[in-house]
């Protein structure tokens, strides 16, 4: 296990979110990436993507509140040992639950190497 200040962590996810390429980066709109320590129903999930994947909106999805993306703090501390180790963890799992947002599925994010 291993812990690091709210401001590190959070400088991890930008980290990982500056390195989204540009062309899917420009696409993201209407969803928001928020740092909570765990998720208090599944305590073991290293993040969660809540909302409506692009592939499933239709041409009139409008009114709706931002799509979340939910990067689990404490669970990713546990599930690492070192401080790099939990660098490139935050990445695989801000890259995951980016490819939700694009409507990729588990398998074709773990053939990709962000599972």
């Known amino acids: 296990m291993v812990e690091v200040s709210e401001e590190r962590f959070d400088e991890m996810v930008d980290d990982a ?4 390429p540009e062309e899917f ?5 209407n969803v928001v990436v928020l740092v909570r320590d765990v998720n208090e129903d599944q305590p073991e999930i290293l993040g969660l993507y809540e909302g409506v994947s692009l592939t499933e909106r ?16 404490a669970a990713l501390e546990a599930h690492c040992r070192s401080e790099e180790e939990l660098a490139e963890e935050v990445m695989v799992t801000v890259f995951h639950e980016v490819g939700h947002y694009f409507g ?12």
């Open 17 to 20: 979110l500056d390195r989204i």
């Open 25 to 29: 980066a420009r696409r993201m709109t």
């Open 58 to 73: 239709t041409f009139d999805h409008t009114g709706f509140l931002p799509d979340a993306i939910f990067i689990y703090k």
């Open 104 to 115: 990729m599925d588990e398998e074709a994010l773990h053939r990709l190497g962000w599972g």
